[in-house]
């Protein structure tokens, strides 16, 4: 899993916090979290108390109340997780990781774009394979242990349909399903674009 650049100062001297799977990380505008290890989501919900993911943040990304307009904003840990807090008064150290968090936005709003249901959920499960994929024999897993609600939230998708598409890529041997596990084959994924 590929790590966002940060100032090595940075990573030796802050402590990191430790937090349980599904739990949340403190909101604080004048503060960075870096993640050390684990899994984070951030999200808001809307008026009728629906969940949006807005984006997923592993090792060395950065994640802020900071780096938000939405209302109400939240980072919770789908895994559990080790973090650390940068004040604002040193936030030029994680220039690189802003970055980086910009860029990873772009390509979630790419997948998040696509016309189609079953492109946008092989693209999404393409870009976790890539950034949060463990190499295994027979692909990349996928251990976030994300629910099909989880995943309908974060593609605007209804549970049936993702319910229904993981199936049929598991049919084709796209994926392979073990609880709230995936495993991403090797050169298994169709190539597929985006409608323009």
């Not at 999200?43 to 009728?48: A, G, I, N």
């Not at 860029?103 to 092989?122: F, N, P």
């Amino acid at each position: 899993m590929p790590a966002s650049p940060l100032s090595s100062n940075w990573s030796a001297e802050r402590t990191a916090s430790s937090f349980a799977r599904r739990s949340f990380l403190s909101l604080r505008r004048d503060s960075i979290w870096q993640i050390k290890t684990g899994v984070v989501r951030t999200l808001s919900v809307l008026e009728d108390g629906t969940s949006i993911t807005l984006g997923l943040w592993g090792p060395g990304d950065v994640v802020s109340r900071a780096f938000s307009s939405a209302d109400p904003y939240e980072i919770e840990c789908l895994t559990p997780v080790e973090a650390a807090l940068l004040p604002q008064s040193s936030w030029h150290e994680a220039t690189g990781a802003m970055i980086c968090h910009i860029q990873r936005l772009g390509e979630l709003m790419e997948i998040l774009h696509c016309r189609q249901a079953e492109s946008s959920l092989l693209g999404l499960l393409a870009w976790l394979a890539k950034r949060f994929g463990q190499e295994v024999e027979q692909g990349k897993l996928i251990d976030l242990r994300l629910t099909h609600q989880d995943i309908a939230d974060l593609l605007r998708l209804t549970r049936v349909t993702v319910t229904r598409l993981l199936k049929d890529f598991e049919k084709q041997g796209i994926i392979q399903r073990k609880e709230r596990q995936f495993i991403v084959m090797h050169d298994q994924l169709p190539f597929w674009h985006y409608e323009i």
